[in-house]
């Protein structure tokens, strides 16, 4: 990767304006997040569901509002590890924004053992604690992989808040593989295939979701003191971001070919609800491209580089879409594999 220039030569010359958004802007934006981050996952597997004839298991809302959350503590902490190492090459002691580390790897560790206690329960929802089986989520592949999570994010907590918190990337990794394992069951044609495939699908998401929404949180940061410094670091984040959605785009191909073979992909489509779903994020992401495209354009403008900032805004809003669309697509009945 090429190496940025020192920030006296970034700096914004003295004619090209410095942007700031509007607070309620940016309030009303979180507000319309968290009502869908809330709402997709609550209604979205019943309107997926809706005359394919299917049935999904007990309480799929409320796992995939659980999942949403653990998806998100994940991209949050491994995206602001990720974007933190790329600023600081663009600007070694330049300002950082508050760390949202500290607080994400506990909603995650919330999160996680709510689906733990839904494994604890026969996979299904618990109403009482007499309806745990603590003990055996030790006796099964199910309860092993969900506890190696809750585990990992409380180790991530803790390795957020020490001196290294760039350490947090070792059980953020216990997580992604134990998802990754858990998408796969051993019963599955060439499982390990299949891990392997959403291993590097969920790393690249969770590093292009989060470490987005940190480079947007530093350029904030930098946009009085250094906003030429802002820039250089969307556009080295930009060179990385076309990696991470190459290797999101093979792996989504492959994982949906393996699901649903070629012949029947566009059946499935529309008469599944895990291919609606899946329709659905494809299209979400397809936007997701050209805004940022669009981000990328105007990053190689001459004058006033700051505008790819709205687009790069509406790109994390629409990834944040995606990401509650991804866990409302692992609450969801698999495909028939029709031959």
């Known amino acids: 990767m090429s190496s940025i220039p020192p920030t006296t030569e970034l700096s914004a010359p003295a004619d090209v304006p410095v942007r700031r958004s509007g607070g309620a802007g940016r309030a009303v934006a979180v507000v319309v997040l968290v009502a869908a981050a809330a709402l997709i996952p609550m209604f979205g597997p019943d309107a997926a569901l809706d005359g394919t004839g299917e049935a999904a298991a007990p309480g799929v809302g409320g796992i995939a509002l659980l999942r949403t959350v653990l998806f998100g503590a ?65 006796g ?53 295939v299949g891990s392997g495939l959403t291993l590097v699908h969920l790393t690249s998401a969770a590093l292009w979701v989060g470490g987005l929404l940190y480079v947007l949180r530093t350029t904030h940061a930098w946009r009085t003191r250094a906003p030429g410094a802002g820039t250089a670091l969307l556009g080295l ?52 491209a050209v805004l940022a495209l669009v981000a990328r354009l105007r990053l190689r403008g001459a004058r006033d580089r700051t505008r790819a900032y709205v687009p790069a805004r509406a790109e994390v809003a629409v990834l944040a879409v995606v990401v509650t669309v991804s866990a409302v697509l692992t609450a969801l009945p698999l495909p028939i594999r029709w031959t």
């Open 74 to 138: 994940l991209c949050v902490q491994a995206g602001e590890v990720f974007a933190g190492f790329l600023a600081r090459r663009v600007e070694p002691l330049g300002e950082l924004p508050r760390p949202w580390s500290r607080y994400a790897p506990w909603a995650g560790f919330a999160a996680a053992l709510g689906l733990a206690s839904v494994v604890a329960s026969g996979n299904l929802i618990p109403h009482s604690l007499a309806a745990l089986d603590i003990g055996g989520l030790y």
């Open 140 to 192: 099964t592949r199910d309860g092993t992989l969900a506890l190696v999570e809750v585990n990992a994010f409380l180790v991530a907590a803790l390795c957020a808040r020490s001196r290294r918190p760039g350490s947090a990337l070792l059980p953020l990794a216990a997580v992604v593989v134990a998802e990754a394992l858990r998408a796969h069951p051993p019963a599955e044609d060439t499982p390990l």
């Open 237 to 288: 984040y930009a060179r990385v971001a076309a990696v991470l959605l190459a290797a999101i785009t093979a792996t989504g191909v492959c994982s949906t070919l393996r699901r649903m073979p070629a012949s029947t992909v566009l059946d499935q489509l529309t008469s599944t609800a895990y291919g609606r779903t899946l329709l659905a994020k494809v299209l979400l992401v397809v936007v997701v």
